[in-house]
């Protein structure tokens, strides 16, 4: 197991060939940010979220696409908002995608200089050209709040402040013929006087070293060790972590410097990690992509199966406000009926460009057991049992079936 998750945390070492192939059609996802723009929105979300799926399917890295899906959370960008539905392409790719195994400072600070994040969190309006302006405070409370302290972190409303004026004169370029989507430092809108930050004085004259003094401070801040945390046992363990694994994790951070592979490998380590089977619901996308897994599917992610994932509220990149798509169990209660059309629709091969070969896997395990254990990775109960009897509908019976929607 420890190889396994060494292997896993390495992910660059892993071939993915299969991988590879599938998303292959969906091209824009490789393209630089500036050449987005040339593709109409509805290509560019298609391409990204279809590939998504596709990678959670099909690819050998699974916990490096979990913490993909994890970190796109944390950093939550709604495509939709403005040049997002170009950009978020390559911030997917380039900040999540690059920094997902690496380090938590560096992917903080790719960021906060992503060019789809200032247009999200409108850090592109930031700028004091003049007496009167008032720094744009969105982006500098959801840092605080979101993406390091944490809402119950130790800062004030001055500090938001603060922080808003170190990093005012970092811009987007979008109307420009050239270099449209490039980000920018505008010296003359930045606010070059002296500020204080958590209790750090920042001296006036840094420019745009401002914004490295920031996240210096709030990434080596004890309040984002501690959320950062709190957020991967969640994820990992259940939706109410105990203390002990939160305290480990935390301390990990600390001593690594927000090494994000000495976090898991701590995590991984906790008694908490391996008595949390069956502890977590399933988010539609890992519903879909456990169960496709599962029956060993062949798909393209048409357009008919992501309407699956819409209609259970999980589409990829689209989630409104910046905290992400929730981790708990309560607010995805409502998607099950969704589930239960989704599971029969499978069992049909009803799916257009999405395939089970439900024959040669009845063939395979021999015994409807066998087939029950091999979708839920366990013996299955008798209540189990009978269902997958008394339905007629055996397989989407078990897919639809609390046991399969935990993990």
């Known amino acids: 197991i420890d190889a396994f998750i060494e292997q896993q945390l390495s992910s660059e070492n892993i071939k993915d060939t299969v991988c590879d192939k599938a998303i292959r059609r969906h091209q824009t996802i490789a393209y630089p940010a500036g050449e987005l723009f040339e593709y109409r929105e509805a290509l560019i979300w298609n391409d990204l ?32 908002k403005g040049d997002c539905q170009w950009l978020k392409t390559a911030d997917d790719r380039e900040v999540i995608r690059k920094h997902a195994l690496k380090s938590f400072p560096d992917m903080l ?41 944490g809402v119950e972190g130790e800062y004030t409303q001055q500090d938001v402040m603060e922080v808003a004026r170190c990093l005012t004169g970092w811009t987007v370029r979008s109307e420009e013929k050239f270099g449209k989507g490039n980000v920018e430092f505008k010296a003359e809108y930045h606010d070059n006087t002296s500020k204080t930050v958590l209790g ?101 992610a048409a357009p008919e199966l992501m309407d699956y994932l ?47 070969e439900w024959e040669k896997l009845s063939s395979l395990y021999e015994t409807e057991p066998n087939f029950m254990a091999s979708l839920l990775g366990r013996q299955p109960s008798v209540e189990e049992e009978n269902g997958f009897q008394a339905s007629g509908m055996g397989p989407a019976f078990i897919l639809a079936s609390p046991g399969f929607q935990r993990h």
């Not at 799926?53 to 890295?61: F, H, Q, T």
């Not at 203390?243 to 008694?271: E, M, N, Q």
């Not at 990149?317 to 409502?334: E, K, R, V």
């Open 200 to 300: 750090h004085t920042i001296p006036a004259g840094l420019g745009a070293e401002d914004l490295d003094r920031v996240l210096a401070i709030v990434s080596r801040h004890p309040s984002t060790a501690r959320y950062l945390a709190t957020k991967l046992c969640t994820r990992f363990i259940s939706d109410t972590p105990p203390i002990s694994a939160i305290d480990a994790v935390a301390l990990t951070y600390k001593t690594s410097k927000g090494d994000i592979p000495s976090l898991l490998r701590t995590l991984f380590s906790t008694d908490a990690f391996w008595a949390s089977t069956d502890q977590k619901v399933k988010r539609p996308m890992r519903f879909i992509a456990s169960a496709l897994r599962a029956t060993a599917a062949t798909t393209n």
């Open 109 to 149: 600070r790719a960021s906060a200089l992503s060019p789809a994040m200032l247009w999200y969190l409108d850090g592109r309006e930031n700028k004091t050209s003049t007496p009167e302006d008032q720094p744009n405070e969105n982006y500098a409370r959801e840092l605080l709040e979101l993406h390091t302290l």
């Open 310 to 356: 819409i209609r259970m509220g999980q589409a990829p990149f689209s989630y409104p406000t910046p905290d992400g798509y929730p981790d708990q169990a309560d607010p995805w209660m409502g998607t099950l009926m969704w589930r239960w059309h989704f599971s029969v629709a499978l069992q049909k091969n009803a799916i257009p460009k999405t395939t089970i």
């Open 49 to 80: 979220a279809s590939a998504t799926l596709l990678r959670a399917v099909y690819s050998e890295r699974q916990l490096y696409e979990v913490m993909v899906g994890f970190w796109s959370d944390h950093f939550n960008i709604d495509h939709s």
